[in-house]
């Protein structure tokens, strides 16, 4: 009984502390909707042409570019007329008044730079992954609590058009529990470059079960994000080195370099109230085209989602559909399509928008810390089990 009551007094602290910050959030994003969000990126990689436009769409100003490499970072600035750059962040963040920190690096960055950020009292939006694993994700939340700042992940495909009118109608009840999911995205040709950063697991912490995380956060979401109860996988890394299987895009060949991650993972994942996820991810198969589709079932209805491209890496050829399936009264089968939107960018500018506009109090955020630390401890799940070979256990 005295542990019962121990347990619900605790909940009781913890929400009120989040209350606490969520109400110093609100009264600083007051006073940032009155004057222009400015903005600093650290890094000057492609995302860029993703993050600035969404940025300026929402009113927000984009300061200044921090670059390790100096040549990169006054290019960036040059293309998107931004006026200034540095050599780091905590050069940026002396040089600089901003409001928050977009975080564009290798992942083994991700962590120290969002902590350093939020400590100096900025926001941070922040590529995917989350950071390299569940541990630097939980710090990461801690660091955003403790500051109260807000942090948002780029988890883009939430903010691809069909993806939030499904999470609507899942949200409505009509779909009942949503039971069983398949998450994939498959590639033929899609390795990211050879012996760079997204092949080197020291810099990226894996291979695409975590560079292509999208489908397996946008799965949980639809799901509601239960909490796991255990994990069965396995990776492969079959046509790892092979250089038939490069993507036409990412970090260009290092004859010097490493590729000791993953080139595909399957994994089964189980839930405490019942439902279950399958996820497999790759980046060199034998299949026909590359595909990102998410197709859940409820117990009342299915629903799929799916991105099917022509060539690997090429969104303007890719073909998207977005389907409700039920059945009518008489057991006729009742197909349509949920939205007929197409977002070729796969939802990377909304989900910019999407921080500036949390900032301002316009909207509310499309991603959450804790439930990225979920994810990652899924994530860790997998690659443990796929390691020693048994079910790990959360």
Same mark, same amino acid.
């Given at each position: 009984? @005295?542990?019962?009551?121990?347990?619900?007094?605790?909940?009781?602290?913890t929400?009120?502390?989040?209350?606490?910050?969520?109400?110093k959030?609100?009264?600083q994003?007051?006073s940032v909707?009155?004057?222009?969000?400015?903005?600093g990126?650290?890094g000057?990689?492609?995302?860029?042409?993703?993050h600035i436009?969404? #940025?300026?769409?929402?009113?927000?100003?984009?300061?200044a !570019?921090a670059?390790?490499n100096?040549?990169?970072?006054?290019? %960036?600035?040059?293309?998107?007329?931004v006026?200034r750059?540095y050599p780091? @962040?905590s050069?940026?963040?002396?040089g600089?008044?901003?409001?928050a920190?977009?975080?564009?690096?290798p /992942?083994?960055?991700?962590a120290?730079l969002a902590?350093?950020?939020?400590?100096?009292g900025?926001?941070v939006?922040?590529?995917?992954p989350?950071a390299m694993?569940?541990?630097?994700?939980l710090?990461?939340?801690k *660091?955003?609590?403790?500051a109260?700042?807000?942090?948002?992940f780029?988890?883009c495909n939430r903010a691809?058009?069909e993806?939030e009118a499904?999470?609507?109608?899942?949200d409505?009840?009509r779909?009942?529990?949503? /039971?069983?999911?398949d998450?994939?995205?498959?590639r +033929?040709?899609? !390795?990211p470059?050879?012996?760079?950063?997204?092949t $080197?697991k020291? @810099?990226s912490?894996?291979?695409?079960?975590?560079d292509?995380?999208h489908?397996?956060?946008l799965a949980?979401?639809?799901?509601?994000?239960?909490e796991?109860?255990h994990v069965l996988?396995?990776t492969?890394?079959?046509?790892?080195r092979?250089? +038939? #299987?490069r993507g036409?895009?990412g970090i260009?060949?290092?004859?010097?370099?490493?590729c000791?991650?993953e080139?595909?993972?399957?994994a089964?994942?189980t839930?405490k109230d019942?439902? %279950? @996820?399958?996820?497999?991810?790759s980046?060199?198969?034998?299949?026909?085209r590359?595909?990102?589709?998410?197709?859940?079932?409820g117990t009342?209805e299915g629903?799929a989602?799916r991105r099917v491209f022509g060539r690997?890496?090429?969104?303007?050829t890719?073909v998207?559909t %977005?389907?409700?399936? $039920?059945?009518t009264?008489r057991g006729?089968?009742? &197909?349509r399509?949920l939205?007929a939107?197409?977002d070729?960018?796969?939802?990377r500018?909304?989900?910019?928008?999407n921080f500036?506009r949390?900032?301002q109090?316009r909207e &509310?955020?499309l991603?959450?810390?804790q439930?990225?630390?979920?994810?990652?401890?899924?994530?860790?799940?997998?690659?443990?089990?796929?390691r020693?070979?048994?079910?790990? *256990?959360?």
């Open positions: 009984m @005295l542990v019962a009551k121990n347990a619900k007094h605790a909940k009781r602290e929400i009120i502390k989040r209350e606490t910050i969520m109400k959030i609100r009264v994003q007051g909707a009155m004057k222009k969000i400015r903005i990126i650290v000057a990689g492609g995302m860029t042409a993703y436009p969404g #940025f300026r769409k929402a009113g927000a100003v984009v300061s !570019i670059d390790t100096p040549a990169a970072a006054s290019a %960036c600035a040059k293309k998107w007329g006026g750059v780091s @962040l050069a940026m963040l002396a600089e008044e901003l409001d920190v977009s975080v564009i690096t /992942n083994r960055f991700h120290p902590i350093e950020a939020l400590k100096a900025k926001h939006f922040c590529e995917k989350p694993n569940a541990r630097e994700t710090a990461m939340a *660091a955003a609590e403790k109260g700042r807000r942090l948002l780029n988890f691809r058009p993806c499904l999470k609507k109608e899942i409505s009840g779909f009942g529990k949503v /039971n069983s999911v998450a994939m995205w498959m +033929r040709t899609g !390795i470059g050879f012996g760079g950063w997204f $080197t020291s @810099l912490g894996g291979g695409p079960l975590i292509l995380l489908s397996v956060d949980l979401w639809f799901m509601g994000y239960p796991p109860a996988a396995r492969f890394g079959d046509f790892i092979d250089r +038939r #299987f036409p895009w260009p060949v290092r004859e010097d370099g490493t000791d991650v080139a595909a993972a399957r089964f994942v839930f019942g439902s %279950c @996820l399958a996820v497999h991810n980046w060199a198969e034998m299949i026909k590359e595909e990102m589709s998410v197709v859940l079932q009342k629903a989602i690997d890496g090429d969104d303007s890719a998207d %977005c389907e409700l399936y $039920t059945m009264a006729a089968r009742k &197909d399509p939205t939107r197409r070729e960018a796969m939802g500018i909304r989900s910019a928008v500036v949390t900032l109090g &509310d955020p991603s959450d810390p439930e990225a630390v979920k994810l990652m401890k899924i994530v860790d799940a997998i690659y443990a089990s796929s020693t070979g048994r079910p790990v *256990a959360l």
